[in-house]
């Protein structure tokens, strides 16, 4: 068992229980006994380490110092632990800290730094830690025994230190390493010998320390960082083939890059910045097909770059100085995509389309006005793919769209465009288009192609319908006006169509679909108007599978029951019909039924759905589902639906298939679960109502691995949940436990408890109430189910 300071009582059992206890135990308990407050486990321990520990060991328990219980406070308890040092030599301060949960370890007390030199044994007991931070504390230079630190991951050290330890070699797991040491003088030759370096920061070095640089000899290393160091003609240093990101940040003195830049294969980052003495920029930044970032800036003696150098194969973000001029290069730029954050960037590709000939999508982001653009997508005439976020000023931009014949993707995201051109209903490959978020926009029909596979239209100004036929796969309008909605379906096909937020509910309640030329194509429908609209939609769309109608405008027109044999999900909202049970007898193949806000009956259509698996119903007024006849179903959904009683409750054992049981508001008189609902092999069971109390017949239930206890409030968790054999998951959000769970519940063995944990910490049960339905290092501790949970 892993050392957690809240199960310090769980931790001390089990280590009495391991192979080789206590000797090979001591310092744990050491650790046990100077945390607990619990006056046996103290006495126990004292007794144990007087048996077993050695003289110094004692002493250094027997000292008045304790650990703080929540062992919160880094700094006292590094302070308490360094005295338990300099009573025993062999103390692990590191590995002791690290149990701690406190793996960083930050040297900024001068008394400490005062402490470590006077003793610098202390240091070395240090190992355990991974992260070590050393400021300018030390009086006698960098302590060489840092290097018996081997545990070491990262290292930053600060300060006027004029040189490392000859044998900084021995930390052969440092991975991180920064340096920011204006005085340090060169490398020890043992600082290359580490070969586990991924990541190096050198920073404010004044001193001329480039000669001893034999950076390629750091073969993991892959993030390079200068910042602000005195380099001067680098073009003979070598770098290590690993590389992904190097950065050259405020050099003064800088003339040359490295030469070496263009055999870095692997490198994803460049960035160069300030470094006004730089008189050139080294060929082979078109090699390095991996990428994808490129910035020059601040270089004032650089006038001129190749477009090739900064169009590299995965190239997504470039940014250059405004007085670094793109010029064409020799080598063709192959690339088929590019992604433009930049207006400079932008231009120079409308400008200069010879250049792209291979270029078939370009993304746009970022660039929030367009008015600097000179030219139109018209010159890319191999554009297949056009994505714009945001954006204004953009008329130039898409002059001569005709011309881009192979278009067949146009997405506009948040622009600021107030018509499209005209020139795109000639585009006879645009199979894709999406206008979200353009509140500007009136989309004129007329402009459209005819065939469109997918139409996206949401949440513009305005939807001009044509008398043009438009044919589509997939059709979305939301959150725009149309003012003449019947010119819409007298002129569209679709297989799927979703109609919502349409002219702000002044619509009439003529029924649209009607007009459809050929209803028999639509297979999908989400409708978000009035029943009006479609109330004979399951008379003409005789292939429908997929019907979801809200009647969110409060429409009293009633659907048109007709035979939907075809029709496998069906979802119907703010209905105020009463008509239900003539409607759902006519669809006998439904798989899944939800129903929402429904209070023209208390009693559920008598239907017969031998195929239904998932039955959903919200804000409903059913008291009872005994006329449902559903054998194969496997998922119910009731929520706050307040007339669903105990009768109805007691009755769900009707539906023997049942798998997934989900009550979330339900009636008042409820003050128990049913006897009954044991019948059935829930592997799902989120009760969401709160009862005098949970009935032990319910660990009957043992195929059950979801379980929520639905806000209830406890003053002892019932036991029998420890004892149910599947269960996986367990939901205490809302409820109180006036005990502590016992540790009984370590038995259980969770992967997931839901539990929110409130920002006001008024709000939140203390853990020690809730701690032993947690498996350390195995439960995970959720705001919400993970999504295998209901799968």
């Known amino acids: 068992m892993d050392f957690k300071i809240e199960y310090l009582s769980s931790y001390y059992k089990n280590v009495k229980t391991a192979p080789k206890y206590p000797e090979a135990f001591l310092y744990e308990l050491f650790l046990v006994g100077k945390i607990s407050r619990d006056e046996n486990i103290v006495a126990e321990i004292t007794e144990t380490l007087e048996r077993f520990g050695t003289p110094k060991l004692n002493a250094a328990f027997n000292t008045r110092n304790k650990l703080p219980e929540d ?19 062999l103390f692990p301060v590191g590995k002791l800290y690290t149990m701690l949960e406190f793996s960083r370890l930050s040297i900024r007390d001068e008394a400490i730094a005062e402490l470590l030199e006077k003793q610098p044994d202390l240091i070395s007991s240090l190992n355990g830690i991974t992260h070590l931070t050393i400021e300018d504390v030390f009086t006698n230079g960098f302590p060489k025994e840092i290097c018996d630190i081997t545990s070491l991951t990262a290292l930053e050290i600060e300060g006027d230190y004029q040189k490392l330890p000859s044998h900084i070699g021995n930390l052969n797991r440092l991975e991180k390493l ?15 010998s580490l070969k586990n370096i991924k990541e190096l920061e050198l920073s404010d070095i004044e001193t001329d320390f480039q000669a001893s640089l034999q950076l390629e000899k750091l073969t993991k290393l892959e993030e390079l960082g200068f910042y602000e160091v005195n380099l001067k003609d680098t073009s003979q240093l070598k770098l290590p083939s690993s590389l992904k990101e190097l950065d050259f940040i405020r050099l003064e003195h800088l003339t040359k890059l490295p030469a070496s830049i263009s055999t870095l294969v692997n490198l994803e980052k460049f960035n160069l910045f300030k470094c006004p003495n730089l008189i050139e920029i080294p060929n082979g930044f078109h090699q390095l097909d991996k990428l994808f970032v490129l910035k020059f800036k601040a270089i004032p003696l650089i006038k001129t770059i190749t477009d090739h150098q900064i169009f590299t194969k995965s190239c997504e973000y470039i940014t250059l100085d405004d007085g670094l001029e793109i010029v064409p290069g020799n080598a063709p730029i192959l690339n088929t995509e590019l992604l433009v954050r930049d207006v400079k960037i932008l231009n120079y590709i409308l400008s200069h389309p010879e250049r792209f000939t291979h270029l078939e999508k370009i993304i746009i982001q970022y660039i929030t006005d367009f008015s600097a653009v000179t030219l139109g997508f018209g010159q890319l005439t191999t554009l297949k ?30 622009a600021s465009i107030e018509s499209i051109p005209e020139g795109l209903k000639d585009l006879k490959h645009l199979d894709y288009v999406s206008f979200n978020s353009c509140r500007e926009l009136i989309l004129n029909a007329a402009n459209l192609p005819s065939k469109i596979k997918e139409l996206h239209v949401f949440d513009i100004q305005e939807y001009v319908a044509s008398e043009k036929l438009l044919e589509t796969e997939q059709a979305y309008f939301g959150n725009l006006a149309i003012e003449n909605p019947k010119m819409l379906f007298s002129n569209l096909i679709a297989k799927t169509l979703h109609f919502s937020g349409i002219n702000e509910c002044e619509n009439t309640e003529e029924d649209l679909i009607q007009y459809l030329p050929k209803p028999e194509v639509l297979a999908t429908l989400k409708a978000y108007t009035n029943t009006g609209h479609f109330q004979n939609v399951l008379h003409y769309c005789t292939n429908l599978e997929h019907l979801h109608l809200d009647n969110n405008e409060a429409s009293l027109v009633l659907l048109t029951s007709k035979p939907a044999p075809q029709l496998k999900y069906f979802k119907l909202d703010f209905y105020k019909g009463d008509n239900l049970e003539s409607i759902i007898k006519n669809m006998p193949n439904l798989e899944g039924l939800n129903m929402a806000h429904y209070d023209v009956s208390t009693t ?6 031998p195929n239904l698996k998932a039955l959903d119903l919200s804000y409903t007024s059913f008291e009872t589902l005994e006329t449902l006849e559903a054998p194969a179903l496997e998922s119910l959904y009731i929520a706050l639906s307040y007339q669903f009683g105990m009768q109805g409750y007691a009755k769900l054992n009707q539906f023997k298939a ?9 009636s008042d008189n409820v003050n128990s679960i049913p006897e009954s609902i044991t019948e059935l092999k829930l592997t799902e069971f989120l009760i ?9 017949y319910i660990q009957q239930i043992k195929t059950l691995k979801t379980l929520s206890l639905g806000g209830n409030d406890f003053v002892d968790l019932p036991t029998w949940i420890a004892d149910l054999p599947h269960l996986e998951r367990l939901d205490i959000d809302g409820c109180k ?8 519940f370590q038995k259980l063995q969770l992967k997931e408890l839901k539990y929110y944990i409130s920002g006001f910490d008024g709000y939140n049960m203390n853990p020690k109430k809730y701690n032993n339905l947690i498996t350390p290092g195995y439960t995970e501790l959720k705001k919400e189910f993970s999504k295998e949970a209901s799968a």
């Open 71 to 89: 062992g919160e406070n880094s700094g006292k308890v590094l302070g308490t632990l360094l005295k338990f040092g300099l009573k025993d030599p």
């Open 178 to 192: 920064s340096l920011e040491l204006p005085q340090l003088a060169s490398f020890p030759e043992s600082f290359w």
């Open 385 to 414: 793919a056009i994505d714009i976020h945001q954006g204004t000023q953009m008329e130039t931009l898409f002059q001569d769209i005709e011309k881009c014949k192979q278009l067949n993707y146009l997405k506009l995201y948040g």
């Open 604 to 609: 559920f259509p008598k239907v017969t759905l």
């Open 658 to 666: 049942l798998q997934k049981l989900t009550l979330l508001g339900i």
């Open 688 to 696: 969401g109502h709160k009862y005098d109390a949970l009935p032990e």
């Open 737 to 744: 436990f006036e005990n502590a769970v016992p540790e009984y």
